[in-house]
């Protein structure tokens, strides 16, 4: 009863004909019999004065709203199909405490907004908006012209009069136009959206959204057409894609996810900056206070274009191939100008040569270095505390024992991959999954100017670059098996060379290295999937590998008795990959955690030192101490005699600069990328061993061939512009997605790859080019007995 009378107070206050409440459908009639009943002054289903004014567009409307008044402004226009016209209402009221109500009453929708509009921020801080814009959906026609009427309802529940103008105008550039900017201005009270069609011929677009203006922070979506279109801050998230941004923000949308062939893209302007990384306002002092927003408006421009089509991936797919394939037949050219035109091995020598040679050859030592004893052969102690040594003095143990040690790196990391690949691949694909169902791409650190999306990928471009770290990982696994096989034949003929000349070839460790650099593509494709702060490790932990790998090799050369088991070297690799998580977590400005880290490096860096320098001839138990002093008080203070190893002092000494220099810096700037800094440190330190090498190498009378030096000069070369595409920074997790999208650029290759996606390029190159390097370097020693080559 109290609706029907609701219903027919209202049909005859208002004065006009019943189709116009008829319109908008059974549900706007119920909402405004409600409000009507709540708006009365006395009992329930008392009416009040209701006044229905035609209205014009782009006219300004002054006037007063009580309880005991409503106003309804009717507006009329012609619809098109072929063209979309926006239809913009503004309202400006004095801030009170009871709101003006403003409904909008379309053929398909209904709108309805309060002034002063309340929105909410962090901690559900209230920012009072007295100025509201708000854009009317465009529903499709499916004629080709008609008109359309929609109402707007002016009411409160004040009983003194409230002041208030309203004002309907058309919106211009309403639709976008490809490849034309178009600027605007936003707030978060008054956002803008605009619609696109895509082309005919256009299946991808970029939609690109830039200012000037840092903050106020904002928000950009992507909405299908329907209504109620979702532009405010605290519901823009509902549907569609949409990310916070400051200066730059791009999407790329692909017309299959629209059937309607068209889209809106959203332009809302936050009530808070924190999700921009800005400053956090004042808590305030009572839950119902109200906060001055200021003013937020911000002035930004929006443009569309067309996105790359398959050519273009196909000729990106291509170039990837081609560029690594090509190495595989260089490969080919080289092994066959280098090892076919020998028909037999010519740079073997015969036993009767070996054999004058040795017998001409002194031991490594002279006679009075040591007690002309028969455990010699036994006694690590005798041996390894000699002032000069050389490859034969720490390459007694059975190679077939040795062999099977170094394997033994090889299946650990295999092993390894698989637990770590498999949940990292499970954990990535939930990622992406989440990307694409919540639509939200705050969740990934894209490059977004240049992400190209395949699929259910959203950056394939980024997953395809890493294609080169598998196929030269395999490359070279294939060089090594080569060498391999070759070898093992040389054993098996008995010859000398293989024997008892050159470094001995253990080739473990290398097969581990090609392993290594296959799983840091495929991680580093994972961790492209959706790159943020939580799965960073994804790309970083077989790095650390490399690292470790590539210095244990350098060592074993020439330690191969007493180089560390696998299961050592894995145990201290988990360590540092332990480290990177809890930096990725805490580290952060965290003072405690800095200290604690900054100790441990430092004493680990002691305690490698002595193991070096005494060649694992000291022990770390209660008398360690004892032992210390006593050696000081011998050596420094009762005779002043220098170090006995030199050339090991010499390292040592620079690498514990190198290493307390970065414990300092790191205890005293705290970087924010803990991951990077771990890897400057693993990095660092192998170069540092790796230029000790040669410089010793050098000094020591040998040499370097011509193709391992053409190996050391290219990939220094390549490392050199690999760094370069490396800091360039198109995106960084250790900042919020919206200032992380102020680095991202455009596609510089193919209009395919960016300059990350060059740095996967060229780094794979120069890491398959540095294990050559690892692999060829002392090959000029293949001919030189071991009892002639020293250890350094």
């Known amino acids: 009863m109290v609706l029907r009378s609701c219903w027919k107070s209202r049909h005859k206050n208002s004065g006009g004909p019943a189709p116009c409440w008829i319109r908008p459908g059974l549900v706007a009639v119920l909402c405004l019999c409600v409000i009507q009943i709540g708006c009365g002054s006395g009992a329930v289903g008392e009416t009040k004065n209701v006044v229905q004014k035609d209205a014009e567009f782009d006219v300004t409307y002054n006037d007063t709203v009580t309880s005991e008044n409503q106003t309804i402004y009717a507006f009329n226009h012609t619809v098109s199909r072929n063209k979309t016209e926006g239809v913009r209402v503004s309202v400006l ?168 062939n068209s889209f809106y893209v959203v332009v809302v302007v936050k009530t808070e900056d924190e999700a921009c990384g800005g400053p956090l306002r004042f808590y305030p002092l009572r839950p119902d206070e109200l906060i001055d927003a200021g003013n937020r408006s911000k002035v930004l421009d929006v443009m569309v274009s067309p996105a790359i089509n398959s050519e273009v991936y196909v000729m990106g797919m291509l170039f990837c191939l081609g560029i690594f394939l090509s190495f595989y037949l260089l490969t080919l050219l080289v092994a066959y100008l280098l090892f076919c035109p020998l028909s037999t091995f010519s740079s073997e020598r015969s036993l009767d040569s070996v054999g004058r040679s040795r017998q001409e050859s002194l031991s490594s030592v002279e ?149 290594a650099l296959m799983m840091e593509g495929l991680l580093s494709a994972c961790y492209h999937v959706c790159p943020n702060y939580t799965n960073f490790q994804f790309d970083t932990s077989f790095m650390y590998m490399i690292a470790g790998l590539c210095m244990l090799k350098l060592y074993q050369k020439r330690h191969p008795d007493i180089n560390a088991s696998a299961y050592t070297a894995y145990a201290c690799l988990a360590m540092v990959i332990f480290f990177s998580v809890l930096g990725v977590v805490f580290g952060k400005g965290n003072a405690a955690f800095w200290i604690v880290f900054s100790v441990i490096h430092i004493l680990a860096t002691l305690l490698l030192s002595i193991q070096l320098y005494y060649m694992g001839r000291w022990r770390l138990d209660s008398g360690i101490l004892r032992r210390m002093v006593y050696i000081v008080y011998t050596d420094c203070i009762r005779q002043c005699s220098g170090p006995m ?140 007995q071991r009892d002639k080559i020293y250890v350094f």
């Not at 490059?447 to 699929?455: D, I, K, Q, T």
Request: hydrophobic share 45%.
């Open 367 to 515: 006679e009075d270095d040591y007690d002309t004893l028969d455990d010699i052969d036994s006694d690590k102690n005798i041996v390894r505390t000699k002032k000069y040594l050389c490859v034969s003095d720490l390459a007694r143990k059975d190679k077939r024992v040795l062999s099977k040690k170094y394997q033994i790196y090889f299946w650990n990391i295999a092993t390894i991959a698989v637990f770590y690949a498999l949940p990292v691949i499970q954990l990535v694909i939930t990622y992406q999954t989440v990307v694409n169902v919540t639509g939200n791409q705050d969740i990934c650190y894209y490059n977004f100017l240049c992400a190209h999306p395949l699929g259910a990928l959203s950056a394939f471009n980024n997953i395809l670059s890493n294609l080169g770290y598998v196929l030269l990982g395999l490359l070279f696994l294939l060089i090594v098996l080569k060498r391999d096989i070759v070898h093992n034949r040389a054993l098996v003929r008995n010859s000398l060379n293989a024997l008892e000349c050159g470094i001995p070839k253990h080739f473990g460790l290398f097969y581990a290295m090609g392993t």
């Open 645 to 784: 190893y030199i050339d090991r002092m010499v390292l040592l000494v620079m690498g514990n600069i190198v290493n307390w220099s970065l414990a300092a810096y790191g205890l005293i700037e705290r970087p924010n990328d803990f991951a990077s800094y771990l890897l400057a440190i693993a990095i660092c330190n192998l170069l540092l061993y790796f230029a000790f090498y040669i410089i010793m190498k050098l000094r020591s009378g040998e040499r370097i061939q011509c193709l391992a030096l053409v190996y050391i000069l290219f990939t220094a070369v390549v490392w050199g512009f690999a760094l370069y595409f490396f800091f360039q920074g198109l995106s960084t997790w250790q900042k919020t997605p919206a200032e992380s999208r102020e680095h991202n650029r455009d596609c510089i290759l193919l209009s395919f790859f960016d300059d990350h996606d060059i740095w996967h390029f060229l780094s794979s190159i120069a890491m398959f080019g540095s294990f050559l390097v690892l692999l060829t370097m002392d090959d000029d020693l293949d001919t030189v």
């Open 93 to 260: 009221s004095q801030l009170s405490e009871s709101p003006i109500l403003f409904v909008v009453r379309q053929k398909q929708a209904v709108l309805s907004f309060q002034v002063p509009l309340i929105l909410r921020g962090l901690y559900q801080r209230k920012y009072p908006y007295n100025h509201v814009a708000r854009t009317l959906c465009q529903p499709p026609t499916r004629a080709a012209s008609e008109t359309q009427y929609f109402f707007v309802d002016v009411s409160t529940l004040s009983t003194q009069g409230t002041n208030y103008q309203l004002r309907v105008s058309r919106v211009e550039s309403f639709t976008l136009q490809t490849n034309k900017k178009f600027t605007f201005t936003a707030s978060p009270s008054q956002p803008q959206y605009f619609k696109y069609v895509f082309p005919d011929g256009v299946d991808t677009v970029i939609v690109k959204v830039n200012s000037d203006m840092n903050f106020p922070c904002s928000v950009m979506s992507i909405q299908d057409i329907q209504c109620p279109v979702y532009d405010l801050d605290n519901n823009v998230a509902f549907i569609g894609m949409y990310q916070t941004m400051t200066k730059k923000g791009a999407i790329t949308v692909q017309r299959k996810d629209f059937p309607s």
